[in-house]
């Protein structure tokens, strides 16, 4: 049974692209449709593009678990506030000194019944070791292709596509009694986890248990360096190893307020593009 409605995201996502020339559809897929059923579920993946030359690429993307709306929900608004920054002064001017990969609502089935796999009964953030098996993930594979080098940044090197500085996927924890995250990253990468977590902290209480999941954890930081494999092939694991990139998995606790974790969320993003934009 429906529990919310994705046509009101894509309605809400491609509103806020026709406000502002910055935002472009990165990637879409018509349909999303399995042997399991015939409902079509046309995917986007949002870009946004900075007026600065040179900018870092921050990576977003939510509701890979259905049963984890407010990531979906701070996704989308995040993309309202960079349509029409006027209207949405949260961030000033931190946010344009970017440019960023939106990827909204991964799994509308489950987002529209609240469950946590996809129409054929898969954990889509554990299906990333083969992500061409559903069309979820082959969809996330393909955007992270589809990231275009802004007209403003010199070619000369001969990159084909900007690399992602920093991704944060937006997730949800129904058992936990705090915010938390992971972080999975290569040794050589610098930690920011810590950073996040102190920023989200006033506005959200953080689980300090000593284990999650069988993990430690460290004020509300769970490290994942190189190549562990517990949990699997998440998009975490994904981006670590392809794309050579940091990745932030942040949980928010479900037994708090719907607006109040969507702040964590934004916060959480806030935290990490303050170290990007002012770095020590």
Same mark, same amino acid.
């Given at each position: 049974?429906?529990?919310?409605?994705? @046509?009101?995201?894509?309605?809400?996502?491609?509103?806020?692209?026709?406000?502002? #020339?910055?935002?472009?559809?990165?990637?879409?897929?018509?349909?999303?449709?399995?042997?399991?059923?015939? $409902?079509?579920? #046309?995917?986007?993946?949002?870009?946004?593009?900075?007026?600065?030359?040179?900018?870092?690429?921050?990576?977003?993307?939510? *509701?890979?678990?259905?049963?984890?709306?407010?990531?979906?929900?701070?996704?989308?608004?995040?993309?309202?506030?960079?349509?029409?920054?006027?209207?949405?002064?949260?961030?000033?001017?931190?946010?344009?000194? &970017?440019?960023?990969?939106?990827?909204?609502?991964?799994?509308?089935?489950?987002?529209?019944?609240?469950?946590?796999?996809?129409?054929? *009964?898969?954990?889509?953030?554990?299906? &990333?070791?083969?992500?061409?098996?559903?069309?979820? =993930?082959?969809?996330?594979? !393909?955007?992270?292709?589809?990231?275009?080098?802004?007209?403003?940044?010199?070619?000369?090197? *001969?990159?084909?596509?900007?690399?992602? =500085?920093?991704?944060?996927? $937006?997730?949800?924890?129904?058992?936990?009694?705090? &915010?938390? $995250?992971?972080?999975?990253?290569?040794?050589?990468?610098?930690?920011?986890?810590?950073?996040?977590?102190?920023?989200?902290?006033?506005?959200?209480?953080?689980?300090?248990?000593?284990?999650?999941?069988?993990?430690?954890?460290?004020?509300?930081?769970?490290?994942?360096? !190189?190549?562990?494999?517990?949990?699997?092939?998440?998009? *975490?694991?994904? $981006?670590?190893?392809?794309?050579?990139?940091?990745?932030?998995?942040?949980?928010?606790? =479900?037994?708090?307020?719907?607006?109040?974790?969507?702040?964590?969320?934004?916060?959480?993003? @806030?935290?990490?593009?303050?170290? &990007?934009?002012?770095?020590?």
């Amino acid at each position: 049974m429906k529990v919310r409605s994705y @046509q009101d995201v894509l309605d809400r996502i491609l509103t806020a692209i026709g406000k502002s #020339p910055h935002l472009t559809i990165c990637h879409h897929s018509n349909s999303t449709t399995t042997p399991s059923s015939s $409902l079509p579920y #046309p995917l986007y993946c949002i870009q946004y593009t900075s007026k600065q030359p040179n900018s870092s690429l921050i990576y977003i993307s939510a *509701g890979i678990h259905g049963d984890e709306p407010a990531g979906v929900e701070c996704a989308i608004r995040l993309i309202e506030q960079l349509s029409d920054k006027k209207r949405y002064k949260y961030w000033d001017s931190l946010l344009d000194r &970017f440019n960023w990969m939106i990827s909204p609502c991964d799994n509308p089935y489950g987002y529209e019944r609240n469950i946590r796999e996809n129409a054929d *009964g898969l954990d889509l953030n554990r299906m &990333f070791e083969t992500p061409q098996h559903t069309k979820e =993930t082959e969809f996330i594979a !393909d955007s992270l292709n589809h990231i275009s080098i802004p007209k403003h940044i010199s070619r000369e090197k *001969g990159s084909k596509r900007l690399a992602i =500085t920093v991704a944060l996927d $937006l997730h949800e924890d129904m058992d936990s009694d705090g &915010f938390y $995250l992971w972080e999975r990253r290569r040794s050589y990468h610098t930690p920011i986890g810590d950073v996040i977590v102190n920023k989200v902290n006033t506005v959200c209480s953080i689980n300090r248990t000593s284990k999650i999941e069988g993990h430690y954890n460290q004020n509300g930081v769970i490290t994942l360096l !190189d190549q562990i494999t517990s949990k699997g092939w998440t998009r *975490g694991r994904y $981006l670590a190893e392809y794309e050579d990139t940091s990745c932030l998995i942040l949980e928010t606790p =479900t037994w708090v307020d719907w607006n109040s974790r969507i702040k964590a969320h934004m916060m959480a993003i @806030q935290a990490a593009i303050d170290m &990007f934009a002012n770095p020590m």
